[in-house]
């Protein structure tokens, strides 16, 4: 335990023996001192006035509608499910506009709508569409949701709060808000003591509640765990659930899910007890976690969905409209964070988004810093990462990131070492993300399908090496939980980025060892995605690298041979069971090239390797009896017996196409040559020739100083 | 012959007669008269300045580089191909960058280059790449690349001739120009006197550099034909290539590639021979073409892709950015051009540029007025036509397609009835356009691919019925050509607005019938898409209606009986040997739906008919042995054996989800209890039920006064 935890416990330990904070409403979001200024910011700075022009938007048709608070039937996308968000956001929506324009219609909407979910929820059982194993709620399918619901609602309990009779209170109070605690907090114990996404959802919502209704002994709970020992709740899930770089385990997806809670309750710490400083914990670790969230982007605003993701989010999202007002208003004013508010094209109607919105208008704003780094994982950091390395502007970036983090728990894929390449503001070679439609009730209730865990999480869905069809600790999430890779290098010179990392446990007896780099030569745009995939075991094994690409095959250095007549699944098992084989071409030559062409733009991979390899052409969509996947597709190079295994590519991003004014330019690569010359467990080396010039890259993999050359060896 | 045509021919004979216009240069887009202005405008004017600095930018590298005039020898894509292309566009930029800067280096650029074209011309043999039975070029491997070439170079020519010495002139003349006159008029006779957009290019290339060389026999031979007998040249082009409605047979793709010709050769007339009054040439057609071309377009700008097309092409391109600002400042200057111009982010940097850029930046833009319309085809506009409906604004707006048109000559598809959808800026029941990846040359030389003919073109690829597994005319092109559907109705009502064509030469003994319409009913956003497809033979046939679609099956009334463990081919020939059959479903009912979730929108096909129907889903992609064909998907309606069949769908455009905010609204559709009441050659009647209340559709083929009645009956 660090010195600053000590004293954050000590101070904790002290708060509550006095009174928490006076109560005043309101308090978290939206402050009492703050309200003048913001209403006079929403006539004045054009986000903020925009952002409350849509929520009064959205408040004035909910004050058209009848309050509907059905007894609870559906799962998730269903009537009675769709209705209760809807509720939530109602109540957040007229209490914000309450505040701004003072028109008491507002308050009285939430206070009916509070008063109605009041004469009922006592009388609900636990939700008829819980599933086993899982924890259900009573308004919602899951807890979880529940949460949710209890964290926008109690926001918008105390921005009402002044305007409701102190008998009507009594009963929201009673009726509602302490029967919804005790059911946090007793009925789902364990996910309230979970160090887990849906424990900081519940401890976010006991703990809010326990500010607004004055109960510190809630607070206590939701900051320490239901026996106030620290082994769980809020600090303890800040301690393990980030890592020092402020990564979520789970992945981008999840880390934004799971930032929502616990930056407003951070907030409502901050006001409500701000002895604490409870940004300040673990070396400012909520900031960290915000900023990592925005980094963990692509330029196109989409987090990279590794592990279980939906893809079309961005930093649009909701949970980072919060997360970034609060840290630039709140933590640091970085002039960069104004450029992603200006693309979220809102700011929450708050203390904060005041502060954002009128520094926009002020001109502040700066391009977002996307930057290449190291993202440790782990609670100490020491359990493998993320590199992201980047090159370009923000309008024409690549990106690539490697994956060797660490499982992820249920959400974990079995993709280590995957590697996604980005260009152009679009996805070249991707990950699948989760096999999931959400909220779409026709598909399996929006949950996650079959397919997720029989697809989407298996190794060959992921552009990464399979050994013998099997994936990666044979798709065990409890094996696959005791380890993770380690770094062997991230760093750069004056030519290149690199990442590199290994996995030694995912396969008995095989060593996974991948090098991929964004190198510069003289006079192109454009740099070579330089990857070295080193394989090494003392038996013979066979090794696929699949790449799973977005665009139109358009050449190739061998002629595809194709089954035109019929299909048939790869494998039977891992995922293979759901890849269509297309084309099988097993070459005479150490080396060729694919070329693809995606958004207009040419992606040549040529490759090359000890051996001949067999290259696969693939598409997703076998053994899919409901047709839920998605018809994506790969190439795969392959290696069906061998001991040592070394996949060289280089993927140069070149020329484009017009197909307004139907011009091509650079259709064709100027790389050629591509040679393994030698590789081993020191290091591997590869030469090539790019516009008549002939290079030789060379990996020491046990010399950090020197990890990587580029030599140019005249022509 | 009408009266105009015999007026214009007279004015004709009598102009050859006397000398022509004065020579003065510039004088076609840039005339010598308003140059002054246009260069003000390009300081004043921020659509033209723009315009202009893209131009003088191109023009700058241009410069930089040494001049390149190297021995044809490439196809479409290659080296030489591009290199020829990217003269005459650095000739005509360095011509415009002269005449607005003054600067003769830009003159000279040009001057050298057309010396350098002048020293080889006349040695180069007919291109080592020409095919057979396809005129070859000298420069190109098609003729028509050349005279695209000559159509541009002479308009740089003409802007540059000023600062040529008299000697160079007549180098540049004699050696390039009237060696260029003498191959495009004499080994090219017959694509010179063809009445296809390949004689368009020649003729204008001829006629304005007869204009620009005061030579008046090759413009009198241009407009006139080489016998000078009106029966072929630029006047029966005119006359016979397009219909009384500026329809261009060979569909929006080729209309506009076809109109850049057309409307500069016109300029050119009307700058030298104003008193042909060529823009009000056969009831001012040239306009009417332009604004059909822009008419032939869905809000996202696209062409309609019908028969061979390039897909992603749109009004941006250069053919109508010369047709839009000719349209408006030289024959009637409509306030909605000037949206359309915005959108296309330029002008032409000419008199009629700046005409165009002065009035945006004057306000007086106003939106494009998209219509909804039948457009005749055929010269006399007796040969079918494109019945276009649309309905809601430019931003969300609905478009229904029925193409029953004429085949359109060799890049005609058999694909009659055929129907697009377009809804939300994109696409839902497409049309697969052409199969060709153009200008990739290692996509056989950016030619079309052998599965433009084998699939592309092939009825099955369109959402129209094929029976018996037969292409419509089986696909022969001299039997389509024949025959052109006929239109029932075109028309609305209150409700709805109806297209309905019949074709019954198209299968030997089959009627095909086709009624849709885009129908309104309270209290619904977006109109219903009610299709009512009409079989009718005295045989016994197989009867198929494939729906394109984009998006992903989510839902329908029946567990889809998937191929999960191998894929077959649905046919043999007439495209069905392309398409993987991957799930067919016997449905005991008569009713049933399909949803589609597309661009984060549900729609919802509900279909039923006589007797119950097969339903297939299906994806593109067999027998495709260099992997060209993209993987698209559809369901297919079929019904294995009847003589009388139809095929009743409506299609609900409905709900939306926000991956962003992972909310869902109106995921189900309101529609139900569709029923085929009764149909025959008279008429139909189908009823269903929407959101409680119960409608009858009816269908009076007989009766164009009440051709369809929608009635309420109460519930």
């Known amino acids: 335990m660090n010195y600053l935890k000590k004293v954050v416990i000590v101070l904790l330990c002290l708060s509550f023996k006095v009174n928490t904070h006076a109560q005043q409403h309101p308090n978290i979001m939206l402050t009492k001192a703050n309200i003048d200024a913001v209403r006079k910011g929403t006539e004045t700075y054009p986000l903020l006035k925009e952002s409350y022009s849509d929520i009064k938007q959205q408040a004035d048709i909910a004050l058209t509608q009848a309050i509907s608070v059905p007894l609870p039937a559906d799962g998730g996308g269903g009537v009675t499910h769709e209705q209760h968000k809807k509720n939530y956001n109602n109540i957040l929506n007229c209490a914000v506009a ?35 194993n899982h924890q259900g709620g009573k308004i919602f399918w ?30 929201i109070e009673n009726q509602l808000f302490v029967p919804i605690l005790k059911f946090l907090t007793e009925d789902c114990y364990t996910t309230f003591n979970k160090i887990h996404n849906h424990g900081t959802w519940n401890v976010a919502a006991v703990g809010m509640t326990g500010y607004v209704l004055n109960k510190p002994n809630y607070v206590e709970m939701a900051l320490k765990g239901s026996k106030k020992d620290g082994k769980s709740g809020y600090l303890a899930q800040i301690n393990q659930l980030f890592s020092p770089d402020g990564y979520y385990m789970e992945g981008p997806y999840y880390q934004r899910y799971a930032l929502l809670p616990f930056v407003l309750f951070a907030k409502a710490i901050n006001n409500y007890q701000p002895n604490l400083k409870i940004f300040d914990y673990r070396d400012k670790l909520l900031v960290k976690a915000i ?24 930093y649009e999202t909701i949970e980072l409209v919060y997360g970034l007002d609060l840290a630039y208003a709140d933590i640091k004013a970085e002039p960069f964070l104004l450029d992603i508010a200006q693309r979220q094209k809102k700011v929450i109607v708050s203390d904060a988004g005041l502060a954002v919105a009128k520094a926009i208008s002020e001109g502040k704003s700066q391009p977002f810093n996307y930057v290449s780094q190291w993202i440790k994982d782990g609670g100490k950091g020491d359990e493998g990462g993320l590199g992201i390395i980047r090159s370009g502007s923000n309008e024409d970036q690549q990106c690539l990131l490697m994956k060797a983090a660490s499982q992820g728990m249920g959400h974990g894929h079995f993709d280590r070492l995957n590697i996604l390449y ?17 909220n779409i009730e026709s598909k399996r209730g929006g949950h996650y399908l079959p397919e997720n865990d029989s697809w989407a999480k298996q190794t060959v869905a992921h552009n990464t090496v399979v050994v013998d069809q099997k994936s990666q600790y044979q798709a065990k999430v409890s094996e696959a939980e005791k380890h993770s890779p380690n770094l062997i290098y991230f760093g750069k010179n004056n030519q290149m980025q690199i990442v590199s990392a290994e996995e030694t446990n995912a396969y008995d007896g095989v060593n996974l060892l991948r090098t991929s780099a964004l190198v510069k030569l003289p006079h192109t745009k454009k740099e070579l995605l330089l990857d070295v995939f080193f394989v090494n075991s003392n038996e013979e094994h ?6 799973w690409y977005k665009g139109h095959l358009i050449d190739a250095s061998f002629k595809p041979k194709v089954f035109t007549a019929e299909l048939k699944p790869l494998g039977q098992e891992y995922g293979y069971q ?9 070459l005479d030559t150490r080396s060729g090239y694919i070329s693809i062409l995606n958004n207009k733009r040419f992606y040549t991979t040529h490759f090359t390797s000890e051996s001949p390899l067999t290259v696969k052409m693939l598409s997703i969509g076998a053994n899919d009896p409901e047709m839920s996947l998605i018809a994506d597709k790969s ?14 590519t280089v993927t140069e991003t070149h020329g484009n196409i017009d197909p307004i004014n139907e011009t091509v330019d650079a259709a064709f690569s100027k790389l050629s040559d591509l040679k393994l010359l030698n590789s081993n467990k020191n290091g591997a080396e590869v030469s090539f020739k790019y516009a008549g010039k002939s290079y030789t890259y060379k990996i020491n993999y046990t010399d950090q100083k020197r990890f990587t050359e580029l030599v140019e060896n005249g022509n």
């Open 98 to 132: 309450y505040q701004i324009s003072g028109d008491v219609k507002y308050a009285n909407y939430v206070k009916d709508m509070l008063l109605n979910y009041a004469s009922q929820y006592k009388k609900w059982p636990l939700h008829p569409k819980a599933k086993q």
């Open 635 to 648: 190439f795969m190079l392959s290696q069906p017996k061998a001991k040592t295994q070394t996949f060289v």
């Open 578 to 586: 759901h890849i269509w084989l297309n084309a099988e071409n097993k």
């Open 291 to 314: 900023n990592t969230s925005l980094q963990l982007t692509y330029t196109d605003g989409t987090f990279f969905p590794i592990n279980d993701a939906i893809k079309d989010k961005t």
């Open 542 to 547: 066979q090794y696929d690298l699949p790449f």
């Open 422 to 438: 980005y260009d152009n503001n679009t996805e070249i070679f991707f990950d699948y993300g989760a096999s999931r439609f959400i």
């Open 142 to 171: 899951q807890a979880l949701n529940d949460c949710v619901w209890q964290v926008y609602v109690i926001q918008g309990y105390d921005m009402v709060y002044d305007a409701i009779s102190s008998k009507d209170r009594s009963t």
